[in-house]
């Protein structure tokens, strides 16, 4: 399974950016796909997922209206469309694939395959 994330930078406070994660390896209906973060110093946290083929959708409170994930399956991509930027948006973001039950799903975990993270900078 290979998994690589792309599309960060460096964004002023209140803008936008699309992250990408480009899925292959396996045939993934059935699993579940997972934005986390993870800022300098702090612990990797869940920002977002989505099961595959459809269904339940979870976001941290913390993006909760300003993030969006969505899946195109024709290309095996996943984004992660990110408005209203903060500072404290500022980690690596990783993507993730796993086979997470319902309760578990927001856990690091919960999660077997990670690509390499792309880094997002909010400048205030």
């Known amino acids: 399974v290979q998994l690589q994330a792309s599309g960060g930078g460096l964004v002023q406070t209140g803008g936008s950016l699309r992250l990408s994660c480009a899925a292959s390896?396996?045939?993934?209906?059935?699993?579940?796909i997972a934005w986390f973060c993870q800022a300098p110093g702090k612990e990797r946290e869940f920002v977002a997922c989505?099961?595959?083929?459809?269904?339940?959708?979870l976001y941290a409170d913390s993006v909760k209206g300003r993030f969006t994930i969505s899946r195109d399956f024709a290309k095996n991509m996943v984004y992660l469309q990110m408005n209203s930027l903060r500072p404290d948006d500022t980690a690596v973001y990783y993507c993730?694939?796993?086979?997470?039950?319902?309760?578990?799903?927001?856990?690091?975990?919960?999660?077997?395959?990670w690509g390499r993270g792309t880094l997002v900078t909010v400048s205030s």
């Open positions: 993730a694939t796993g086979r997470p039950i319902l309760s578990t799903m927001r856990l690091v975990t919960s999660y077997s395959d």
């Open positions: 390896g396996r045939t993934f209906s059935g699993y579940t």
């Open positions: 989505s099961r595959w083929s459809g269904g339940t959708t």
